[in-house]
């Protein structure tokens, strides 16, 4: 039987816990919720929706109802759902069209929206939030777990009123609209510390590019096992890191994780007995015992520069957060061969690229084949949500690439289908998939020969070392992400 509609107030938007997008897509909204009642308004019955439904809402302790309704009075409620959300944009650009701009940026309406987008980015779990405007648009975007999505979709006239209340907040010149600028904003969650470094460049005709990258500053790295390592890949990680000596390096591309594996790494080979220096950019995690300095262009402080002077502290362990330049190639190897013990990451796409690429940065191979201890390239793959992941067949393509990698295709995969939980991802969280190269002494002759990436990638399958690709088809195999993931960042 089909509801009417008129029976039904739906649930404000501020308390309807589907996101907008999962309800339209899914054609379904929270008619009412009460102590033990959750009444779910939907346009036809699928058990598969149904299903994922009742376990979001597990937690609540609630019965979970199903009732349908015509599909004219759901798009009207959803339509009124949409127009509530709008609402405080509407009052915003009311009140202000006739003031000034620097009086408007410090106008509640202004503080409260900018407040709530940077907020809504915290709770998201988001690492950035872009703000762009374009010409008909601006469109507030966070990224979760490596990936964009649009966040919400504002008039486009209040752009200047948020940029100013942005440059107000990160201490930078209101009035400069032509240079790009660069600040920080300190924003206290609680017991929690976020830090946001704002970046602002304008863009070719009219407007900017403004983006706030996310750093949870109190926030502990992850242990060590709780970065997703297979547990043969974590043994061989730690028994690199527990050298006494050496250059032990991290590669991959930007935001693959890199520093939240060295920062875990340093935090559990710890220990007061020796001195711990960390020189990054920026510094991510507060990690208590290691001396943590942070480069600054502007008044000369590179990583090299900082570098030579804390050699003369004698430290123990080094942690420098990237090589770039062949100044800091050598200095990071020179440590090294002086009885120190050196992490660091390089931007190379797998880990055996990094040999090369510090022998083009000007690094003689016989030194780097004395000081190299072990090489891993990482990437981090989304998970698949834990709600809505469901297992099923795999196709043609997809045995293909099982094959063509030399291994067993499993019976079937895990993939999600979107829940309100995962705001109709599929996924949740992120891990990590990796390769590990331990330097062997056969390794040290065949770097110290100046050997290229393809002789040591053929060395590197004759001895069996799983790469970046086996190790994220193994952990789609186990369900724990899907085959599309990790095909897409191993591409990267
Ligand atoms: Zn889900």
Redesign the pocket.
């Known amino acids: 039987m089909i509801h009417k509609i008129k029976n039904y107030q739906p649930v404000p938007a501020a308390e309807n816990q589907y996101s907008i997008p999962f309800m339209e897509k899914n054609r379904t909204l929270v008619l009412r919720e009460d102590q033990d009642e959750i009444l779910v308004g939907v346009e036809k019955r699928d058990p598969d929706l149904e299903d ?1 439904l009742i376990r979001y809402h597990q937690g609540a302790e609630k019965n979970v109802k199903f009732v349908l309704i015509e599909s004219r009075d759901l798009s009207l409620l959803l339509a009124r759902l949409v127009s509530d959300q709008g609402l405080s944009k509407g009052t915003l650009e009311e009140d202000q069209r006739s003031l000034s701009l620097d009086h408007l940026a410090g106008d509640a309406p202004v503080i409260n929206l900018v407040n709530s987008i940077i907020m809504e980015g915290i709770e998201q779990g988001a690492s950035d939030i872009h703000l762009e405007k374009f010409r008909n648009r601006l469109v507030v975007r966070y990224r979760v777990d490596g990936i964009l999505h649009v966040g919400r979709e504002l008039e486009p006239s209040v752009f200047s009123y948020i940029s100013s209340r942005i440059k107000i907040m990160a201490h930078l010149n209101i009035m400069e609209t032509r240079l790009p600028q660069d600040g920080r904003i300190t924003v206290q969650l609680g017991s929690d510390e976020a830090d946001l470094r704002v970046s602002i460049v304008p863009l070719t005709g009219e407007g900017e590019s403004i983006v706030l990258r996310i750093l949870h500053r109190t926030m502990a790295p992850m242990g060590v096992d709780q970065l997703g390592y297979s547990e043969s890949h974590l043994r061989e990680l730690l028994e690199l890191a527990e050298k006494s000596h050496g250059l032990v390096l991290v590669t991959g591309p930007t935001g693959c994780g890199k520093s939240t594996t060295l920062n875990s790494l340093l935090r559990h080979i710890y220990t007061p007995g020796k001195k711990f220096i960390s020189i990054e950019d920026p510094v991510e995690y507060v990690v208590d015992g290691i001396d943590q300095i942070q480069t600054n262009d502007e008044i000369g402080l590179s990583f090299s520069s900082i570098l030579r002077r804390v050699l003369r502290q004698d430290p123990n362990v080094i942690m420098i957060g990237e090589i770039r330049d062949r100044e800091t190639a050598d200095l990071a190897i020179r440590s090294a061969l002086t009885g120190h013990l050196v992490f660091s990451t390089l931007h190379t796409n797998d880990a055996l690229s990094a040999v090369p690429r510090l022998m083009n940065m000007g690094v003689e191979p016989y030194l780097l084949a004395s000081v190299l201890k072990g090489i891993t390239a990482q990437r981090l793959v989304r998970k698949v ?1 834990p ?2 992941g469901k297992k099923r067949e795999l196709t043609e393509r997809e045995r293909e690439i099982f094959k063509s990698a030399g291994m067993a295709a499993p019976d079937r995969l895990s993939e ?1 289908i ?2 309100p ?2 705001d109709n991802s ?1 996924y ?1 969280g992120r891990t990590l998939i990796n390769e590990i190269i331990s330097v062997t002494e056969e390794w040290e002759d065949l770097i110290s020969r100046g050997d290229g990436r393809d002789a040591l990638r053929r060395n590197a399958r004759e001895k069996g070392i799983e790469s970046l690709l086996a190790d994220g088809l193994t952990k789609a195999a186990a369900g724990i992400t899907t085959l599309l993931e990790v095909e897409r960042v191993v591409k990267s």
Do not use: K
Request: hydrophobic residues 20%; proline residues 0%; glycine residues 28%.
């Open positions: 994922i949500c709600v809505c999600g979107g829940c939980q995962c599929g949740s």
